[in-house]
Every structure is written in structure tokens, then in C-alpha cells.
């Protein structure tokens, strides 16, 4: 078993996690999550970055002391850790007395390989990224990364001797064409390197809200000599003990360090040469992100243009948001989060693609094999269409193997997709329906249904890194055990036919309401962006589900003019706004669903024949329209009283009437 050692950045704690930290940590998970599945031995890190001035001067502004304000914000870091379902195996926070040991202790070891001396520092420094900025790089006077303004410092200080390990450094990337991706990354820090390193101060005197100098109290660390050496004291690092010091050798290095951009000169320059002055091993890749930008600026505290991940946890469910963030940021480039996209997103990927895939191979076994996994018959296998989605589910499991482990996680859902896409086509080739008419072709159907439902069970089981939930209700749904499947053992054909399907629910109700609406309701539950202020927990209603995606497609218009009717004739109809109730089958039939709606005044029956196109308990919650006026009618021996308005195509399914913006049951349509 190969050990796989994964770590995110550790967060500074002066504002609450936002979708930028957040999409960091997802990434993380996912693949720690596959690495899991491919049977590798994996440790997942994450935390919080507490020391330096920016927090002593937000917890000063909160009111509190740095220690409170420090475990308060780290907290919120903790808490949003089940929000978005991560697996990590560890939380470190810098205040913690291990990571002072650690960071002390590679302090030492820095300076007695003579690596270290003191100094004076004068420059400018930027307090929000904690960065020295040379008067070179400085931008309009300001931060070349975030634009605020740089503060003056001139204190004594320690340095590091980065400048003497430029040819080290060099020759590291030359022989390790993988140290850091992407290319445009690696070829950023060569460049960095190839114009010649200046030695790094690594010590203040300015505050005191750090790790002490060992030796000279007077000095705190720089912060981030502190906050790297977080990865090593995860494992052990500082830690004299023999287990501790055996959990050291066996995971360090890391096997990537993962990062967003603009902070890849720490890790690929600073870090790497703190550890060839320590004579450590440095980690196998450090791999790096682009930025969620809103509106083409980069999403974070300091512009306060952010998206609180929990709104969009709240209203469409976390596996949506997991879903939008890995398959719409090309993986190394930035990404524009909008509203039109999740949407777009949402609805055409996962309520009517995935969505409606499963609710509909569930269905026809519900309905043409009693809800029991039919066997396929063998000679049927090798048909071309057969064949082809074989060959396709085969090759899958192969192919997002390799797409996670380079990080292209928007690949990896790309694949899947493809695979959902050719589930679908080779459900419509086969027509289960149609055969099903024809009991001679009892085997076909059989076979199909089997087939789509076997090819869904790799799909759902390659979900799981990424959309956990829906995986598990996906393979619930077809009756496979929860527990996951090792990804090498993952085969085509492995579904037992007489396995009873579970129940049919819903994955992904499609989401009928408009951007503008959807923006309002994101807005009202962004959590304030103040550090020191509580949330204000969400008091709005879950986004209510409408029903799944509708799979028709729309009838062609008419081209024949009908007669017309005087206004006065129409308004004899009356049409009402109605809310379903309960929705339930008509026994014997295949068509009818026993609806009972709200139409404002009472409550009614209709029956309705929709059943070949809408599950009964997608309906409950929907509002749809009414013939209020219509004398009522017995069908299939239940009295209705009403119609149930749809579009209905010749031949095809019904598609009932709605409205984005749902009115009151009760109100006139006309
Ligand atoms: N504390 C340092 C990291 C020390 S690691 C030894 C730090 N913290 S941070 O909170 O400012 O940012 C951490 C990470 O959050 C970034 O590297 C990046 O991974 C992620 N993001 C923050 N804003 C982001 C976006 N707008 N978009 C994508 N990710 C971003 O830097």
C-alpha cells in the first residue's frame, strides 16, 4: 500500500472561510478521497494559520484577546469541515504547543548548519499576504498581489541564507520536471530563481503574536517560516519520541502540497530551501490552483466581493456546489463564479443528465422487472451497442484514475459525463419501453435493463470522491451495498441480478426559479463578513424542489390555424393556480396519478395522466394550473374533479404547466 500525503494551505484566521479556502479544501478531498478508493494509505491535512500582525490587529479591533480571537475564528474553519463533507485526518492550528515544538526545532536546525544570521531589515511589507515587497515590485506604492497598502518597517531581524541555494534550488527543478504544476507555474519560479535570490528575513520585533525565536524571545518568527513548517509537524517533526519519529520517516515527504497560485513562491522557493538547509527530503510536487474571481477580481476578504459556501450548501445541497466548483475551473486557470453558470450547471448536468438517468433505469425496473436486477442474457452482450457502452465503462475507470491523480478534476467529471451521456443514448437505442410491449422480447428488455444499470453502478461508485451524497443514494437506489468499492476491483457486469432496488427519490429537483430570485436568496444568507460578528443563521426556507427535469422534448407547433374563440368564450374556462398535496399512483393503471391540490378555496381530487412522465413524490410541493370548472368525471373508478394542465406532444410524454415564480393556489390564470 503507497502512502499518499495531501495538504491544503493552512488559513489565515483574520476572516471567515469563504469559496476560495473552501474550493482549496474540496479539491483536496476529492482527491484524497480517489487516492483512498485506489488503495493508497492517505493523509489528509488542513488548518489554520493564526500567528502574525494582521491577526494581533483584528482581534485587537474584535475586543478580544489574540488567543480568543484566534480560537474563534480557527473554529469556524473547524465547523464548515462537515458543511462540506471533508475527509481530512488532521486539523492542525499553529498555536498549538506540537507545531511550536516543530517550528522551533527546524529553526534550530537551520541555524546550526549556519544558515541563519542576524541583521536589519528595512522595506516595505504587506500585513494582508505577510509578504517583503522589494520598492521594485511595489505597484502604485501598493501590493503587487492585493492592491492594499505596504507598511514601512526597519527592525533588526534574522535572515535566512536563501540567496545561497539558487543553484540547488535549480538544479532540484531540473531533475524533477514535475516539482511543480502547472508549467505555467513552474516556469514562473524559474524565473523568479534564474534572476538571483536575496537572503529572507525571518524574524520581527515589531509584535509579539508568533512562535519565539529559540534563544532570542525578543524575535517572533516570520510567520511564514512558521506556518510551512505546519506539514512536517503533522507528522511528527518536533516530536523526540520513536513513534513519532517513526510516523516522520514513513510520511515525509509530502506527495503534494496543494495551493493557490499566489502562493507558489513560498512553497517552491522558500520551502524547498529551508529544507535543503535543514537536509531534509522536500516534497514530491507542489500543485497549484487558479482563483474563483467575482467579476474579474479575485475573490477575497480584503475586496469583500465573497460567496459564503454555506448558502449555497443550504439551498441546493453540498454535493451541487462540489459538483459546479470541480467541473467548471479548468484546473490550474481562473474561473468566474456566477449565478448563471451554477444554474446552468445544475440543471442541465446533474438534475436532467445524471438526475434523470437514475430516476429513469430505476424506474422501468420498478415497473417492467418488479424492482429486481434482471440478468442479462449473455448472446445479447455482444451486440454493437452492447459493446460499445462495455467499452466505454471500461475504459472510464482507468481514465478518471488518471485525470484525479493530475488534478484535472473538470477531465475526470468530463469522462464521467460522457458516460452518462452514453447511458442515455443506449437506453433510447434499446427502447425498454417498446420491447416490454412484446413479451417475446422479455430477454431484451432484461438485458438493457441490466446493462444501464450495471454501467451506473461504476458511475456511481466513481462519484464518490467527488459528489459523496450522491453516490451513495445513487447505489442505494440500485440496491449495491454502501461500502465503497476499491477502485482496481471495480469492474463492468459486477451487479447481481436479483438485488432488490431501493427506493426511487429524487437526486437533483430541478431548480425552477430565476437567476435574479436564486441571487436574492444566495445574498440573504451570506454570512457577514466581519470576523468578530456572529452568523446570522439562514431563516429562509430550502429552495423547494419542482419536480425533475422533464424528458420530453417539445412538440412542434401547429401550423394549422384553429378556429378562433371570442374572449367571453375563453373566460368560461377557469383556470386557477393549485398546489399538489399528495400524489399518489391509480391502481391497475400505468397513465393515472390520484393528485390531491390546493386550488386556493378547498381542496380537490384530479386525476391526472401523467404517470408515465413524473414520479408521485416529485409532485408533492409543485404548483401547476387547473381547469377549476370542469364538471367532475370517474377514471379508473376514482372521481375527478378538475384537469391537470400540460404540454402534451403527439406520442410523447406530458410536461406539466408551472411557473418560475410560483402565485398563491387560488389565483385566476387568464
Ligand atoms: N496562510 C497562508 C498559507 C500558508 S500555507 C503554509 C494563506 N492563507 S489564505 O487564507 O490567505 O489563503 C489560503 C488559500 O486559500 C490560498 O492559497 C488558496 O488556495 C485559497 N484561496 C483564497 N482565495 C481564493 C480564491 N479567490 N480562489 C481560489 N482559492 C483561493 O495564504
Redesign the pocket.
Known sequence: MSRFFI?????????EP????A??TMVADAVARAHRLMGDDVLFLTG??EHGQKVERAAKKAGLSTPEFAARIAQKFLDILPVLDISNDDFIRTTEPRHRAASQALWRRVREKGHIYKGKYEGWYCT???VFVPDTQLKDGRCPICSNAVERIAEESYFFRLSAFQDRLLDHYERHPDFVTPEARRNEVLSFLRAGLEDLSISRTSFTWGIPVPDDPAHVMY??FD?????MTAVGFGDESPAATKRFDSYWPADV???????VR??AVY?PALLLAAELPLPKRIV???????EGA????SIGN?VAPQAYVSRFGLDALRYFVFRE?VFGQ?ADFTDEAFLTRYNADLANDLGNLVSRATTMIHRYCEGIVPAADVSLLSRPEERSLSNTVDALVKRVGKSVQSFQLSVALREIWDAIGAVNRYIVAREPWRLAKDASRRDEVDTALFVAADALRVIAELLRPFLPGTAERTLRMLGVEPSPRAWASLTRGDLAPGTRLGEIAALFPRIEHTVQELRQMTDDTKPPVAANGPVQPSTQAPLHPSTPAPVSIPAPVSTLAPERISIDDFLKVELRVARVLAAERVPKSSRLLKLSVDVGTEQRTIVAGIAEAYEPESLVGRTVVVVFNLKPAKLMGVESNGMVLAASPEGGKPTLLGFTEPPEPGTRVR
Not at 469563504?18 to 479556502?21: A, I, P, Y
Not at 497549484?288 to 467575482?294: A, E
Open positions: 495538504t491544503t494551505p493552512i488559513y489565515y484566521i483574520n476572516a469563504h469559496l476560495g479556502h474550493y482549496t489554520t494559520d494582508i499576504d505577510e510567520v511564514w506556518a510551512l513548517t505546519n506539514y502540497h496543494l495551493i493557490g497560485k499566489e502562493i513560498q512553497h520551502w497549484s490552483h487558479g482563483w474563483w474571481l467575482m479575485k475573490m477575497s476578504k465573497v475551473m481562473d
